[in-house]
């Protein structure tokens, strides 16, 4: 049973304890005051405290709040002398509790002075440097290197083993075989990626490889076995069944038209080819011309394996068909046909990403470097069990306390490693934590493991009093969350409404929590995802629009809206700045990834090449010329484009002078200028990039043909993370709508916060 955390009377006391906090209930709050009274309850010195939380940034706004309220406490002891009000009703009852004799007063302060005094050299972290910190400390004592070295750039790493082995392992095989893994998507890009979101991932196990040898041979060894035995299995069976098998397909096709199903391509129950021979005579002529197996190019590129005969074809058309739980027609031949046609392919993956990490430790062991996830694994207690207390007891020893913020973004590594130190009856380990904001997975978080850590907990107290919000949205909100989360089976307790903030003037029947129903053209049917997300952006800038028209006193800054993936953010922002109202994207994100980009790209190419009859087209119908499409078949005769060609002729022997950025203003007319200005935030960015390029044309001495290439390659393949100067400065608007990533931010800070995308599963 969980009960309401009380801030003075919450047992400081050894145990595994829980506490869940919603958001906004005032969890920084309340690790600060815990801090307070370990310090001047159980006498504990600050440097037997160890406080983890997600990121760095959350660390440094957690250490300056626990400074704060360090401080309060000691200015409220001063100055109780004197009966000055204390800083809040918390605050006021710890000091009726403790403060009231001048000694004990003396004492306390004393105390607190030190702890200020040590703040910043509090272990007050992130677990990776609380892992790092561990090491170090561990490397002084046993006299070894001085300093854990971190790895600087793990992506440059990941894209350097990613292109090694495909050079000395992929591209090793013949021809035929390396183009089937490129039609399967495989390539060095891939795996790169791959390998650099894999790397950092405890939770991830490769599929496959645990008991097979194959991972330590070379590619060129195993993958003629591979695909030698497929084939093998798969020409078995379809001699036996092909046949059959399109007899069967033409069966279902049949069965889907009479219960009136129009679409069931590719299967047809009258199809104008015989399919199974058509296939056949494919297989006896690869047999002719290579007698042991078929090429992997040559598999890939016979569609019938693929988009006919292949068991995911089959069961995707089935399920169009109102089939919930579809039934292979002939299951043994169409797993046989997915193994030849995917097998080799998730082979040759599975081969990649298991080298492709080891190669990677290897690679830092000999440069002496560890990532950030090599620091979690040096102390993982799986990974010492030979002699754990080599650096388990020295942990154990330095700290008698362990306050974890965030922790339901907790990996399973990291609760093995906090479980193995602090749950024991000499620690006190509490776990702060709300499992509803669990979103990092992608960096391993595991809700699986905030569920176990929850049942071996002592005891788990829930913080119930929102600060933030109004009390009639909260009403609303308590209302609409008290069924919980039924998919991750997750209660949401009602939460106490606290804050002393005015609602917003809302006109007579409006409610501060409204939900807006989204409708598809047919109201009879339901609309697809596809042509939902198309209503989405108008008519998020339309309400935008109507709030900003009804109430006066609202801003545009005052408003924000939450979106899940970058194209989503930026199909809005061009909506509203379609109706003339701003936007910033809070969020990270690289102003050469922009439409201005794409447009500025028309301009380069166009200047590199102006008699290329097709980048001039394209540069006159951009949204910098924007000829329309009569003028532009005009311009076929009327010498338009020719002077189009001379003008930017003239731009090339002007460019030295000018810079682009001159050059752009020249070709530019001053309305074409003003119509950038007015839709948002183009023209900005465009301008942006434009000095961009200028600035990796005079560094790197480009001319224009390869300035057009260098930011063709930074468009299709951005930097991460991206450099500040990166960074669109048209997002920098002071009054502007707020669209915001909900992995960035929650909203809390705006007045109306618009969320058009909750619908969406995950």
């Known amino acids: 049973m969980s009960s309401r955390f009380a801030p003075n009377h919450y047992p400081l006391d050894a145990g595994v304890r829980l506490l869940e906090a919603s958001a906004g209930t005032g969890k920084t709050f309340a690790l600060a005051h815990l801090v307070l009274r370990l310090i001047t309850e159980r006498k504990l010195n600050l440097k037997e405290l160890l406080v983890v939380t997600f990121t760095e940034a959350a660390a440094a706004e957690l250490r300056d709040r626990i400074g704060r309220r360090l401080n309060d406490a000691l200015q409220a002891l001063l100055q109780n002398q004197t009966n000055s009000p204390p800083t809040d009703a918390v605050m006021e009852e710890w000091l009726a509790l403790h403060g009231q004799d001048p ?11 030190e702890a200020l005094e040590g703040l910043e050299r509090a272990d007050i972290t992130t677990i990776h440097g609380f892992c790092r910190r561990s090491l170090r400390r561990q490397a002084l004592q046993n006299g070894t ?16 083993v990613a292109y090694d082995y495909w050079e000395h392992q992929v591209l090793a095989l013949p021809a035929d075989d390396v183009s089937g893994l490129l039609h399967a998507g495989l390539s060095a890009d891939q795996l790169s990626h791959a390998l650099n979101r894999l790397d950092g991932d405890c939770a991830v196990r490769i599929a496959g490889t645990e008991e097979s040898d194959d991972q330590e041979r070379p590619l060129i060894e195993c993958f003629n076995q591979w695909l030698q035995s497929s084939w093998t299995a798969f020409e078995a069976e379809w001699n036996s069944n092909g046949h059959a098998l399109e007899t069967a397909l033409r069966d279902c096709s049949t069965e889907w038209r009479s219960q009136g199903q129009t679409d069931t391509k590719p299967y047809s129950p009258k199809p104008k080819k015989d399919r199974a021979s058509e296939l056949s005579a494919w297989i006896t002529q690869q047999n002719n011309t290579q007698p042991l197996r078929a090429s992997y190019g040559c598999v890939r590129k016979q569609s019938l394996l693929g988009d006919y005969f292949h068991p995911g074809c089959f069961s995707k058309t089935a399920r169009r068909c109102n089939e919930t739980d579809p039934n292979l027609p002939q299951p043994t031949l169409q797993k046989a046909i997915a193994a030849l046609w995917d097998g080799p392919a998730e082979r040759v993956w599975r081969h990649a990403l298991s080298h492709g990490l080891k190669t990677l430790a290897a690679r830092r062991a000999q440069q002496g470097v560890i990532s950030f996830s090599g620091l979690l694994d040096a102390l993982d207690p799986q990974g010492n069990e030979a002699t754990p207390q080599r650096w388990l007891a020295p942990i154990q020893k330095r700290y008698r306390v362990a306050l974890i913020d965030e922790f339901q973004d907790t990996d399973p590594l990291q609760w093995r490693l906090l479980k193995a130190c602090f749950a024991t009856p000499n620690h006190l380990l509490l776990m702060v934590g709300d499992p509803k904001q669990a979103i990092y997975r992608f960096r391993g978080g595991d809700l699986n493991t905030y569920k176990q850590a929850r049942q071996q907990a002592d005891q788990i107290d829930n913080l119930l009093d929102n600060r933030r919000t109004t009390p009639s949205l909260m009403e609303a909100m308590n209302q609409w969350m008290a069924p919980g989360l039924t998919r991750s089976n997750l209660e ?14 809302l006109s007579e029947g409006e409610q501060p929590l409204q939900l807006i129903e989204l409708q598809g053209d047919d109201p009879d049917s339901p609309a697809s995802r596809t042509s939902l997300e198309s209503i989405i952006p108008p008519l998020v800038a339309g309400q935008a629009l109507h709030l900003l028209h009804s109430d006066p006193s609202l801003t545009p800054s005052d408003l924000c809206i939450l979106v899940s993936r970058h194209r989503q953010a930026e199909a809005v922002r061009e909506q509203l700045a379609q109706r003339g109202l701003p936007s910033r994207l809070v969020s990270p994100g690289d102003v050469l990834s922009t439409t201005g980009a794409a447009e500025l790209q028309h301009l380069l190419d166009a200047l590199a090449t102006p008699a290329d009859g097709g980048r001039l087209r394209r540069l006159a119908c951009s949204a910098l010329m924007q000829w329309t499409s009569q003028q532009l078949q005009d311009a076929e005769t009327n010498g338009d484009l020719d002077r189009l060609a001379g003008q930017l002729r003239k731009l090339q022997d002007d460019l030295p002078f000018l810079g682009l950025l001159g050059c752009l203003s020249q070709l530019l007319e001053g309305r074409m200028l003003a ?16 000095r961009l390029v200028q600035d990796a044309m005079h560094r790197q001495g480009l001319d224009l043909g390869s300035a057009a290439d260098w ?24 009054s502007a709508v707020a669209v915001v990533t909900v992995h960035r931010s929650k909203g809390l800070q705006y007045p109306v916060v618009i969320c058009p995308y909750l619908w969406q599963a995950p």
């Open 675 to 690: 119509d950038l200005s007015s839709r948002g935030r183009l023209l900005g960015d465009i301008q942006q990039c434009a």
């Open 103 to 113: 000694v004990t007063r003396c004492t306390l302060a004393s105390n607190l002075l």
């Open 145 to 160: 290197a001085m300093e854990v070295c971190l790895e600087n750039d793990s992506q440059n790493l990941s894209q350097e």
């Open 711 to 734: 930011l063709r390659r930074q468009r299709l393949q951005p930097i991460e993370p991206t450099p500040d100067i990166r960074q669109p400065h048209s997002d920098l608007a002071e």
């Open 492 to 505: 949401v307790p009602a939460v106490t409404p606290c804050a002393s903030a005015l609602p917003l003037n």
